[in-house]
């Protein structure tokens, strides 16, 4: 076979690894957006508000979760050092949730007092939602290790179909938490469902403390040069809920919900899927030591012409699809729709291809991205007595100055490996 038939051949193939999960998270992400409407009419924008801020607490406990021992299970070359991982994330997201839980009971007045709108009831269901989602995560990145991308996207509806229907549910009963409660219940059951789907394809009873700590050294570079990044990556991505939330009221932190869940479309249908099957390629790709660039600079085109198509589309259509989802009320959504979309196509397009850095294992480049990102989103802060536009509009040019770079180290670390790759072959 010659170099050109193998590229095209292992493109190929991506595109139908990405079909399919394409497929199951579009199919998942279907039913909270047919949801919408309703939910949008039932619930207030308040509610919306403090679900919104629900969720961003949520992504960073997440993020904190398996210390980011979770990027390491698609590494390992034997299939025995990849469960160890995942005993290894276990192990590590529950004593983060114990954690979280202990001083939620203590230190309950004050987690309320900061963080407007949440319930006492909200505030006990974080630790067991960002627990069930690591367990989760990484059977799900176990899953997607062997290439089972099939049962990776039926792990998601599971969670959609449970979720959806509790808040419709909790809607009619008029229930304050139903947004919040249905999130937990939906993290809760495509966690069991994720186990028991990884379990049926291997066993996972046989545990060694050897290789348990065989793995936590092993793979220590990743928390000690990805955590802190990541966690405040996550935080950027909540950033601007918590500083509408410091500088106006829950309300328009409702609106601004409704703006981003619309605006993430596309990276959950595209991006994500796009995301877990370049890492499981690349990865594979540099065991083997082959070229990597032709992958990366192929799927960078097409977000790139996704991502040109959504810019256009919100800028002409932003608030009548708005009002047509959620009712008379949620215009405002609409327009700051058309200014955070120019960050959100510039995520779109190398967001996914972050992960081709932790496969290269470049992961103090990736710290230090991070890093300076993170102190200038921080900056914002810092500003007061700004209109929500002018907020929208400085957070969007710092996105897209932060992600261009990034676009320019992820080609330039690739063809960085790539040419001493062929050196060295």
């Known amino acids: 076979m010659t170099e050109k038939a193998g590229i095209k051949d292992s493109f190929l193939t991506l595109s139908k690894d990405v079909v399919i999960l394409s497929l199951g998270i579009i199919a998942a992400s279907a039913i909270p957006l047919a949801l919408q409407p309703y939910l949008k009419r039932t619930f207030t924008p308040e509610e919306f508000g403090a679900y919104d801020v629900f969720l961003k607490c949520f992504s ?110 909790l809607g009619e009963l008029r229930s304050t938490n139903g947004l919040v409660i ?23 009873k046989i545990l060694s403390q050897k290789k348990l700590r065989k793995v936590f050294v092993e793979y220590r570079e990743l928390p000690i040069y990805t955590l802190i990044p990541n966690v405040l990556n996550t935080f950027v991505t909540g950033a601007l809920t918590f500083l509408i939330l410091d500088n106006f009221d829950i309300v328009e932190v409702g609106y601004l919900e409704f703006t981003q869940r619309i605006l993430s479309v596309p990276s959950v249908f595209v991006s994500v899927a796009i995301s877990q099957v370049v890492f499981q390629r690349v990865s594979n790709l540099v ?79 990736n710290s230090l991205w991070e890093l300076a990102k993170f102190a200038a989103i921080l900056y914002l802060f810092f500003l007061k007595g700004f209109s929500i536009q002018q907020y929208l509009w400085i957070y969007t040019i710092i996105l897209i100055f932060f992600y261009a770079v990034y676009g320019v180290l992820i080609i330039h670390q690739s063809y960085r490996y790539q040419v001493e790759n062929t050196a060295q072959t």
């Open 60 to 169: 960073i406990l997440v993020a904190l979760s398996c210390f980011k021992y979770e990027n390491a299970i698609l590494l390992p070359k034997k299939d025995t050092d990849a469960k160890h991982v995942v005993y290894l994330c276990l192990f590590l997201s529950l004593l983060v949730a114990f954690v979280l839980g202990l001083l939620i009971l203590f230190f309950a007045d004050e987690f309320l007092a900061g963080l407007e709108g949440l319930t006492l009831a909200a505030l006990y269901l974080l630790p067991l939602s960002s627990f069930f989602y690591a367990v989760f995560n990484v059977f799900n990145l176990y899953l997607v290790r062997r290439r089972k991308f099939m049962l990776s996207s039926t792990s998601k509806l599971s969670r959609r179909l449970t979720e959806g229907g509790t808040q419709v549910a």
């Open 182 to 204: 249905g999130d937990a219940v939906g993290n809760f059951v495509q966690g069991l469902f994720a186990f028991w789907k990884a379990n049926k394809l291997s066993r996972f």
């Open 287 to 365: 065991n083997r030591r082959k070229k990597i660039m032709p992958l990366i600079l192929s799927v960078m085109g097409l977000l790139f012409f996704v991502s040109s198509l959504f810019i256009l589309f919100i800028e002409f259509f932003g608030e009548r699809v708005f009002i047509l989802i959620g009712g008379e009320g949620w215009e405002k959504s609409g327009q700051y729709a058309k200014t955070l979309v120019y960050a959100s196509a510039v995520i779109l397009v190398f967001s996914p291809l972050g992960k081709v850095l932790i496969a290269l294992k470049k992961f103090k480049v």
